[in-house]
């Protein structure tokens, strides 16, 4: 899905109007290619997060170089990728309410779709809407292995769900998922590691808990860009759901991962009220400050403070030359969330505009049902 008006094509980024998301298309492609070729050499499946970029055109990228499928956790944004020509769906959320559930059976009848639970209640909600259809929708039983956010206890809780699911009508049980997103950036690397196998370790007992009970488990996924590499090789797991590699962004970056900064926020010098200070158009509506400031691709100039519409460089050295109308590009201290704030990437290569890439908007509560 790319822009139908080539217009554009061959612009700089000076011709661009701002605060703008630019993709750098050769550092997207080299990451889709280093992960893939990751999971190529390994037993595990690589279903990349959409989460992180939220656009189809880049999801059909990383389908191109061998992912079996995508993962998304919202619903509205896996019916978009559906829409896009994806067919391979996990849902990694737990989807709760008549109105949603609705539109999962909807969308589980467009793909391959399975979806995440943790609770009976929701299992016999889904039960109800799959029988009644005549469906049969699969279901992976989420195992909490430290995050403290959804899922169930490894071990007994999770058999007594696993369970439940196999005997609903309409349901099939499709295996387990966890997510060790409290482990992703943290440092040093032999404390992620130790960290990662030990609450990996939770799930890859919990299937051997479900099997020993005469239950089979089909697939364990999990796994993020910061334990990629130690998840992916672990015995017992069985697909790798990493989102912010494709993009990758400060907080990664710093983290250690592997990849290149494709992301950036392209974004003017609106006031030069000091020597010292420059301010930029963008602020808390164009990124997002939960993990960390952004990093700005420019000497001597360093992002100090946020306001709506506006950040607040200081300026040292070379960045006093800073004048109102410049431009500078920022990498985002957290990319999907920044992502989640536009409407398009302006993919760039070799410093020129070469197409615009719609990015999925949340529908919200007022979207078909």
């Known amino acids: 899905m ?23 298309r050769s550092r997207l492609l080299g990451n889709i290619r280093r992960m893939a070729e990751f999971a190529a050499d390994r037993p595990v499946g690589l279903r990349p997060h959409t989460g ?58 467009r793909c391959t779709l399975a979806v995440a639970v943790d609770d009976p209640d929701n299992v016999a909600e889904l039960s109800a809407a799959a029988a009644a259809t005549g469906f049969d929708l699969r279901c992976l039983v989420e195992v909490d292995v430290g995050m403290g956010r959804c899922g169930v206890a490894p071990g007994e809780p999770a058999l007594a769900l696993a369970r439940l699911v196999d005997d609903s009508p309409g349901l099939t049980f499709g295996g387990l998922h966890a997510f060790e997103g409290h482990l992703q950036e943290v440092a040093p690397y032999d404390q992620r590691r130790a960290r990662a196998r030990d609450d990996m370790k939770k799930v890859t007992d919990t299937r051997a808990t479900i099997e020993d009970a005469g239950l089979p488990v089909p697939l364990v996924t ?3 860009t910061g334990t990629h590499a130690i998840t992916g090789v672990l015995p017992g797991i069985d697909e790798l759901q990493p989102g912010s590699y494709v993009t990758m962004d400060a907080a990664y970056r710093r983290a250690g991962a592997p990849f290149e900064n494709a992301l950036t926020v392209l974004s003017t010098v609106v006031s030069r009220p000091t020597r010292e200070t420059a301010v930029i158009d963008a602020g808390y509506s164009s990124l997002t400050p939960e993990f960390g400031e952004p990093e700005v691709l420019r000497g001597g100039a360093a992002f100090v403070a946020f306001s709506e519409e506006h950040g607040i460089l200081r300026l040292t050295g070379a960045g006093r030359d800073l004048a109102v109308g410049d ?10 969330t920044t992502v989640g704030l536009h409407d398009r990437f302006h993919v760039m290569e070799d410093g020129r505009l070469q197409d615009v890439w719609p990015i999925a908007r949340p529908r919200g509560a007022g979207g078909p049902l």
Do not use: W, Y
């Open 327 to 336: 431009t500078v590009e920022l990498v985002p201290g957290h990319g999907s």
């Open 52 to 109: 992180a970029h939220h656009c189809v055109a880049v999801a059909r990228l990383q389908i191109e170089h061998g992912a079996c499928g995508v993962t998304s956790t919202r619903l509205d944004e896996a019916q978009t990728m559906v829409d896009g020509g994806l067919d391979d769906i996990f849902l990694a959320n737990e989807v709760v309410g008549a109105a949603k559930i609705r539109r999962l059976i909807d969308l589980a009848d």
């Open 222 to 224: 999990g796994g993020g």
């Open 2 to 24: 790319t822009s139908s008006d080539t217009s554009h094509q061959g612009v700089t980024a000076g011709g661009i109007d701002t605060p703008a998301l630019l993709l750098d």
